[in-house]
Each structure stands twice: as C-alpha cells, then as structure tokens.
C-alpha cells in the first residue's frame, strides 16, 4: 500500500459501503423495466438512477430530476443505515454504491439543467468528496 492511501485510511472516516440488493440488480442486468424495478425495491437507488438516465436522454429533465432526487435520498437513507456520519468515502469500486452515486451525479446535471445552479454545485462537491473516481467515470460517460 502506497503511504498516501494509508495517511487516507488513517485520518479519515472509513469507507461505506451499502449493502447489496442482488435481487433488484439481477432484475435491471436482466432487462426488468427499471420502473418495474422502482415498484418492487423503491429502496434500491439503482433504479431510480436508471429512470432518471432515461428521462434525461429523451430531454425530459424535470422528470430526470425528480427520479434523480428520490434515488439520492433513498441512497442516504441507506448510508445512514451503514453508518455513514455525513462525510466520507462511498466508494464508486463497490458495486451497490453506484446507483447512490450516480443519482447524486444525475441529480447535479439536472440540477444545473434548470438552474439550481447552488445545487448542481454542492452535488458535484459531494460525487467528489464521496468518490473522485465516480466523479470522473460518471463525467466520462455522459450518463
């Protein structure tokens, strides 16, 4: 381990990780609709981040936003339940913190997309502080 990433370890809060939801990712990997998805595990994050991609791409953003912001605060929710304390990693590596992550990062482009531009901001701050490595695979993607 490189000294930086043990300072980062040592100094930090630890990582959280949320807990897995096989049955509702089996279900989207299979190709269930993600509102089918929502409907049956609302508290799976990934759903919601794939309900707000879609809306987004067919340029219905306040729509984008709105399953974007569910799918965040089901995703903090879920945190709070990890012991998350507000502030730390959430780590892009770990696979069920991806829908939280990219609903907070579809939530900032919608954010910005209607001018909540204070908002659209403090969601980029936070993908970034949460994880540099989402912010930079979700900004890479387009998504």
């Known amino acids: 381990m490189d000294r930086e990433k043990l300072l980062a370890g040592s100094l930090g809060p630890p990582a959280t990780h949320l807990p897995e939801n096989e049955e509702a990712a089996a279900a989207l990997r299979a190709g269930t609709p993600p509102e089918e998805v929502a409907a049956r595990f609302p508290a799976y994050s990934g759903a919601w981040a794939a309900l707000a991609e879609a809306a987004s791409a067919r340029g219905d953003t306040v729509t984008a936003y709105a399953y974007a912001r569910t799918g965040y605060h089901r995703g903090l929710d879920q945190l709070r339940r990890s012991g998350w304390r ?8 770990h696979e069920p913190n991806r829908g ?3 609903s907070l990062y579809l939530l900032g482009r919608a954010a910005a997309a209607i001018g909540e531009n204070d908002e659209a901001q403090r969601c980029e701050q936070f993908l970034r502080d949460s994880s540099a490595t989402a912010a930079a695979a979700l900004a890479g993607s387009g998504a």
């Not at 507000?86 to 590596?93: A, D, M, R, S």
């Open 100 to 102: 939280f992550l990219r």
């Open 86 to 93: 507000g502030n730390g990693p959430i780590p892009w590596e």
